[in-house]
């Protein structure tokens, strides 16, 4: 009995030595408990660093509202047509006003060449629904045609047209409709279309973005089945045309546009009605653009754009023409 107590003993003292030795190693071993550590020290400093940062931005005082970006506002497409009495004048007036229903923001002109308003175009305008602004001027007897004379003696619609463009400057003359001019700054751009031709509807579209002045081919004019500039890299290089092509602008009336602030920044732009046969456009566009910056439109002038002459006399000359200029040429629409 005491011999088993003293082995009793023996192996627990020895086996508490064991366990003692074993703690001892253990405490000389290097611990990795070392980086998981860091890495959290390091986590709980950027978070303190964002959160100051994040107080300091919340004591800042709020900046400015930003102006909120001005509306680009599309401007407005001022239509100018010279009109006259005769017998197929209200047929031409309704159809080309039909023609200008379709467009939005669009203010015509319509100028008399007469004494005074007369009921039918008067009658005309109101019933339209369009924003109109009708004027009225008379040619002076010695550039009326006579009797039998052909259209070219004298260019027809000169005074009109004028006339719209004074009303533009500010200088009145409205006989009815809209009295007061574009408010300065407006954002425009002036047409001239007379009223036998035919328009297409995507054709005011594609002037409505005019920066000086702008270019596209027309249909049914000078005698060919089209006219118009020619287009290299973008930019007018010439004019297809039939007839002097030397005019310093061989470009028809309907073939162009006219941005509304180059207008009033030029006040002596004008149609000179003593300009010799089919300079008429050159003397309003030789004071507003050099020809090498005009703007081509419609697909850099490759594209038909519904703009034809339709009166008589344009098409038997366009006819015998275009048979002459042959092949090759792009349908005018
Ligand atoms: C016109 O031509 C220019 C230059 O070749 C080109 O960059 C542009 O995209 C063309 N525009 C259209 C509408 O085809």
Known sequence: MKLKLKNVFLAYFLVSIAGLLYALVQLGQPCDCLPPLRAAAEQLRQKDLRISQLQAELRRPPPAPAQPPEPEVRPTIYVVTPTYARLVQKAELVRLSQTLSLVPRLHWLLVEDAEGPTPLVSGLLAASGLLFTHLVVLTPKAQRLREGEPGWVHPRGVEQRNKALDWLRGRGGAVGGEKDPPPPGTQGVVYFADDDNTYSRELF??????????????????????????VQDGRVVGFHTAWEPNRPFPVDMAGFAVALPLLLAKPNAQFDSTAPRGHLESSLLSHLVDPKDLEPRAANCTRGTGVAYTDREAQ??????AAAAGPGLRPSS
């Open 205 to 230: 579209e594609e002037m409505r973005w005019t920066r000086g002045v702008s270019v596209w081919p027309v249909g049914l004019v000078g005698g060919l089945r089209f006219e118009g500039p020619q």
């Open 316 to 321: 038997d000359e366009a006819g015998g023409a």
